[in-house]
């Protein structure tokens, strides 16, 4: 909007300090209007009043800068107001949530999150405000899957041969992407298309980008996941897993980076995913309704004010907001300098052992996210209370469902976990 404005300047500032006032609504729009209202009166007449003749360009230019200003101005604060986002901070509880979604943020190579709980618990608030939460990403400007300009395994196919043939690619940056999945999202709309059409006739590979691509570097929210269509769910698991996807049509295959953090929610009374769909998300979190009838009034009440005023809500919160983020930040620098110790990795691979655990997945997982709390925590070395923490969330959906057990699997895990590390 404010590059289309400043094209339009030019005819603006003419001579006639009046034409130039006349114009501003219609140069501008419903932005430039917010603009408008927000600059005194005379403000677009003031650069001209007492400029000689010869000065009149230097006139026009600092006429044509301040609108621009004012244009970023209210841009930035409707962008701040058009959909406010709960602080991360705020909210109350669920800590194994926040915990297992930290976790994957700082290591996304954990795989994901399944989040299951009763409605109404916040699930959704609580992704939406992780994502807000995090720092901006360095991109190729321009480019629809946010190529990194410095990792070669998270650049396109064309910007890696831009690079290769010299080429100097814009950068820029952006807030890391949230993308929320639909239920009813065909699989075109989330691997994305090739334009056979023009393919044929131009002798070029027209793909349009999809969901995955958006998601590259971010976050892919599916809400109801145990609602999606098994096929999706298989593409996005395979996606998640592999870090690219491919999309073939008529004899013509194009692939692209797609690395996000796949965080599915749901409600067991509607359903639960297939075992071996379930076991392909890294971690677990089972979260249930605050008891608590202080913690419920606490809730109640933060979420009022936040309704009221968010804007000043936010600001409360913000120094909390940026020292969690720090932290976040702080903490992917140092993960690659935690060691696990190699007898913790033997009794990590016993408790798995134990209890029965198809494959190798929730040893790796279970590795990935003892270093991450460690970081988190501001450590390099490992102790035994980490893996403690996070082991019920890497292994509880693994194990095989006896229908008359009487123990929680995530206690069952606790129980086998203390045994071989001698903590009884």
């Given at each position: 909007?404010?590059?289309?404005?400043?094209?339009?300047?030019?005819?603006?500032?003419?001579?006639?300090?009046?034409?130039?006032?006349?114009?501003?609504?219609?140069?501008?729009g419903?932005?430039?209007?917010?603009?408008m209202?927000?600059?005194?009166?005379?403000?677009a007449?003031?650069?001209?009043?007492?400029?000689?003749?010869?000065l009149?360009?230097?006139?026009?230019v600092?006429?044509?800068?301040?609108?621009?200003?004012?244009?970023?101005?209210?841009?930035?604060?409707?962008?701040?107001?058009?959909?406010?986002?709960f602080?991360?901070?705020?909210i109350?509880?669920?800590?194994?949530?926040?915990?297992?979604?930290?976790?994957?943020?700082?290591?996304?190579?954990?795989?994901g999150?399944?989040i299951?709980?009763?409605?109404?618990?916040?699930?959704s608030?609580?992704?939406?405000?992780?994502?807000?939460?995090?720092?901006?990403?360095?991109?190729?400007?321009?480019?629809?899957f946010?190529?990194d300009?410095?990792?070669?395994?998270?650049?396109?196919?064309?910007?890696?041969?831009r690079i290769?043939?010299?080429?100097?690619?814009?950068?820029?940056?952006?807030?890391?992407?949230?993308?929320?999945?639909?239920?009813?999202?065909?699989?075109?709309?989330?691997c994305?298309?090739?334009?056979?059409?023009?393919?044929?006739?131009e002798?070029?590979?027209?793909?349009?980008?999809?969901?995955?691509?958006?998601?590259?570097r971010?976050?892919?929210?599916?809400?109801?996941?145990?609602?999606l269509?098994?096929?999706?769910?298989?593409?996005?698991l395979?996606?998640a897993?592999s870090?690219?996807?491919?999309?073939?049509?008529?004899?013509?295959?194009?692939s692209?980076?797609?690395?996000?953090i796949?965080?599915?929610s749901g409600?067991?009374?509607e359903?639960?995913?297939?075992?071996?769909?379930?076991d392909?998300?890294?971690m677990?979190?089972?979260?249930?309704t605050?008891?608590?009838p202080?913690?419920?009034?606490?809730?109640?009440?933060?979420?009022s004010?936040?309704?009221?005023?968010?804007?000043?809500?936010?600001?409360?919160?913000?120094d909390?907001?940026?020292a969690?983020?720090?932290?976040?930040v702080?903490?992917r620098?140092?993960?690659?300098?935690?060691?696990?110790?190699?007898?913790?990795?033997?009794k990590?691979?016993?408790?798995?052992?134990?209890?029965?655990?198809?494959?190798?997945r929730?040893?790796?997982?279970?590795?990935?996210?003892?270093?991450?709390?460690?970081?988190?925590?501001?450590r390099?070395?490992?102790?035994?209370?980490?893996?403690?923490?996070?082991?019920?969330l890497?292994?509880?959906?693994?194990?095989?469902?006896?229908?008359?057990?009487?123990?929680?699997?995530?206690?069952k895990?606790?129980?086998?976990?203390k045994?071989?590390?001698?903590?009884?």
């Open positions: 909007m404010a590059a289309s404005t400043s094209m339009r300047a030019p005819s603006m500032a003419c001579s006639s300090s009046s034409r130039a006032l006349s114009a501003r609504p219609v140069a501008a419903r932005l430039g209007r917010v603009a209202r927000a600059m005194p009166q005379r403000a007449v003031a650069p001209f009043q007492g400029c000689k003749p010869a009149r360009g230097a006139c026009k600092s006429a044509v800068a301040a609108v621009a200003e004012n244009l970023a101005a209210a841009k930035a604060a409707i962008d701040s107001q058009a959909r406010p986002i602080p991360f901070t705020a109350v509880g669920q800590e194994e949530m926040k915990l297992a979604l930290i976790l994957n943020v700082i290591d996304p190579k954990i795989g999150v399944m299951m709980g009763d409605r109404g618990t916040g699930k608030t609580t992704i939406r405000a992780l994502a807000d939460l995090l720092p901006e990403i360095k991109v190729v400007d321009k480019d629809p946010n190529s300009p410095d990792d070669p395994e998270l650049m396109s196919e064309e910007v890696r041969n290769k043939a010299g080429e100097q690619v814009p950068v820029g940056s952006m807030k890391i992407p949230m993308v929320d999945l639909p239920l009813g999202a065909t699989e075109d709309r989330v994305g298309t090739i334009d056979i059409e023009k393919a044929l006739t002798g070029v590979k027209a793909f349009e980008p999809g969901l995955l691509a958006k998601a590259n971010g976050i892919l929210y599916v809400d109801e996941v145990n609602l269509d098994d096929h999706l769910v298989d593409v996005l395979d996606s897993a870090g690219w996807n491919t999309v073939e049509r008529e004899g013509i295959s194009i692209h980076p797609a690395r996000f796949l965080v599915g409600n067991p009374e359903g639960e995913l297939r075992p071996q769909l379930l392909r998300f890294g677990h979190a089972q979260i249930g605050v008891k608590d202080e913690l419920r009034v606490q809730i109640v009440a933060e979420r004010t936040f309704d009221e005023d968010p804007a000043t809500f936010r600001t409360k919160y913000e909390r907001q940026l969690l983020t720090q932290k976040i702080e903490a620098q140092r993960l690659k300098g935690v060691q696990i110790p190699y007898d913790f990795r033997v990590i691979s016993q408790i798995c052992s134990e209890l029965n655990v198809d494959g190798i929730g040893d790796i997982v279970t590795n990935r996210a003892a270093k991450a709390i460690a970081a988190f925590e501001g390099t070395d490992i102790a035994v209370e980490d893996i403690y923490r996070v082991i019920p890497c292994l509880r959906h693994r194990l095989r469902k006896d229908p008359l057990a009487d123990i929680d699997s995530g206690d895990v606790r129980e086998v976990f045994v071989v590390f001698g903590m009884e």
